[in-house]
């Protein structure tokens, strides 16, 4: 266990002269978070997404630096529950990719849930979620992204995908990208790490990055990359 620690620890801040692969993973974790009974989240997030039941003000538990809002969550009804399950359903992954420099390729593996939204399932959704294993695979040569769920595969080229970065910060380290979902007009925050290949990203491909991608936060979930180890 030593050992791994030291060559994640070690791989996140060198690059060998020479590799094959990269490996990478990120964590994805919605937005939402139940703590002793109580419904986290972003004020913004919470007027949207339950505009009828009035919050209250707090400083984060999991960040001092922040005030956000939090509901009893006794005071949501069977819809406004269901709403909130499939919101930590869906944005709770650990994704792990590999980058082949030789096939200019990455397949990234996604895994849906963990430990703790199995306990948060069991306590307040009355069940255990359902496992959930799929496939991304970025071609860079076809230039197209393949996703292959268990029971349908699906592909979209780089020019339907692609995303922009509007830059904030002098050294192209911070932006935001805009786009167009089934919610409106949604924009998130992008941040990149200058000491990582621009390969290194989760499913969501830019036009303009020159450096990897350290983290990218929404309303409604946050993607942070955990580990870099080259091969």
């Known amino acids: 266990m030593l050992i791994l620690a030291c060559n994640i620890v070690f791989s996140q801040t060198t690059m060998p002269g020479t590799y094959s692969k990269i490996k990478f993973v990120y964590e994805q974790k919605s937005n939402f978070f139940i703590e002793n009974?109580?419904?986290?989240?972003?004020?913004?997030?919470?007027?949207?997404?339950?505009?009828?039941?009035?919050?209250?003000?707090?400083?984060?538990?999991?960040?001092?630096?922040?005030?956000?809002?939090?509901?009893?969550?006794?005071?949501?009804?069977?819809?406004?529950?269901?709403?909130?399950?499939?919101?930590?359903?869906?944005?709770?992954?650990?994704?792990?990719?590999?980058?082949?420099?030789?096939?200019?390729?990455?397949?990234?593996?996604?895994?849906?849930?963990?430990?703790?939204?199995?306990?948060?399932?069991?306590k307040y959704f009355g069940g255990n979620y359902s496992p959930f294993i799929f496939n991304v695979v970025v071609d860079y040569n076809e230039k197209k992204i393949h996703t292959n769920y268990p029971r349908i595969n699906y592909t979209k080229s780089f020019d339907s995908q692609l995303k922009k970065i509007n830059f904030v910060s002098d050294d192209k380290s911070l932006g935001t990208y805009t786009f167009q979902n089934s919610k409106g007009i949604q924009t998130n925050v992008v941040t990149l790490n200058k000491k990582y290949n621009n390969k290194i990203t989760p499913n969501i491909i830019f036009s303009n990055n020159d450096f990897g991608v350290g983290e990218i936060a929404s309303i409604f979930d946050t993607i942070t990359l955990i580990s870099v180890i080259y091969e």
Do not use: M, Q
């Open 37 to 122: 009974d109580k419904v986290y989240a972003d004020t913004l997030l919470l007027k949207v997404e339950y505009p009828k039941l009035k919050f209250s003000k707090v400083i984060s538990p999991s960040d001092s630096t922040k005030i956000i809002g939090f509901l009893e969550i006794k005071s949501f009804n069977k819809e406004d529950k269901k709403i909130l399950g499939s919101y930590l359903y869906h944005t709770t992954h650990t994704i792990e990719g590999t980058y082949d420099l030789k096939k200019n390729k990455t397949k990234l593996f996604f895994t849906r849930g963990n430990k703790a939204l199995n306990e948060t399932f069991k």
